[in-house]
């Protein structure tokens, strides 16, 4: 059974900080995504990472993928308060012979002015 | 870009009653939605798989007569949920991938609340 997992649950952070999330899952998988979710909203696409060594940048925002150790991390530089929002990681993979999207439990992160 | 539209957006039914989702892909052809359910502060579970034109693939404890999705053309897919009760209440979510694509979209998810 495929398991996602993401730590920290719950992230209150200075602006002007750095931090990482991460991003645990059990099987093997040829995808990941990030996303942020706005509270009452639906889910905004940041990245899919397709292979390992995989590093995406937008903004203030970096993903990677290390899929050896199935891993990825999300990456915050400087963080303002428009961060402050959901993020979940989303694996891609075979599984029980459906390819499914499993999502990771989600981080909450707060950023404080 | 691709789009994926639910409808309706918010819903509020009585309990006992059965109501219906939509799924629409606007503007690429869909053979796999995904239908997710996620409850306040928590994340989206995985609810059920479909294939155009062929029967839903259901999450263990999901109740497949209960939560019926149709998956009939390349661009919908229903979910009904039957005989709702209050605990069904929740933010319901879908979401499209397309042939050969990495990606997969997600619509702007129903709020659906049982009196």
């Known amino acids: 059974e495929l398991k996602v997992e993401q730590n920290p649950l719950f992230l209150s952070m200075q602006e002007g900080k750095n931090y990482t999330i991460y991003c645990n899952y059990s099987?093997?998988?040829?995808?990941l995504y990030w996303y942020r979710q706005d509270p009452g909203k639906s889910l905004e696409s940041l990245f899919v990472?397709?292979?390992?060594?995989a590093v995406k940048q937008e903004g203030r925002l970096m993903a990677s993928l290390d899929t050896k150790a199935r891993l990825s991390t999300l990456h915050i530089t400087a963080a303002v308060h428009d961060l402050s929002a959901t993020y979940f990681c989303?694996?891609?993979?075979?599984?029980?012979?459906?390819?499914?999207?499993?999502f990771g439990t989600g981080t909450r992160l707060k950023v404080l002015a | 870009g691709a789009v994926v539209s639910q409808h309706p957006s918010r819903v509020i039914c009585k309990s006992g009653t059965s109501v219906k989702i939509e799924c629409r892909s606007l503007d690429f052809q869909a053979t796999t939605m995904f239908w997710y359910r996620q409850f306040p502060k928590q994340s989206l579970m995985l609810m059920a798989t479909s294939n155009e034109g062929s029967k839903a693939t259901y999450e263990q404890g999901v109740e497949k007569d209960k939560f019926l999705i149709n998956h009939a053309s390349l661009t919908l897919s229903t979910l009904t949920v039957t005989s709702a009760h209050p605990e069904d209440s929740s933010f319901y979510i879908c979401?499209?991938?397309?042939?050969?694509?990495?990606?997969?979209?997600f619509g702007e998810g129903s709020w659906l609340t049982v009196v």
């Open positions: 990472l397709l292979s390992n060594g």
């Open positions: 979401s499209a991938k397309g042939v050969g694509g990495n990606t997969i979209y």
């Open positions: 099987t093997t998988s040829d995808r």
């Open positions: 989303a694996v891609g993979a075979w599984t029980s012979g459906t390819y499914k999207y499993i």
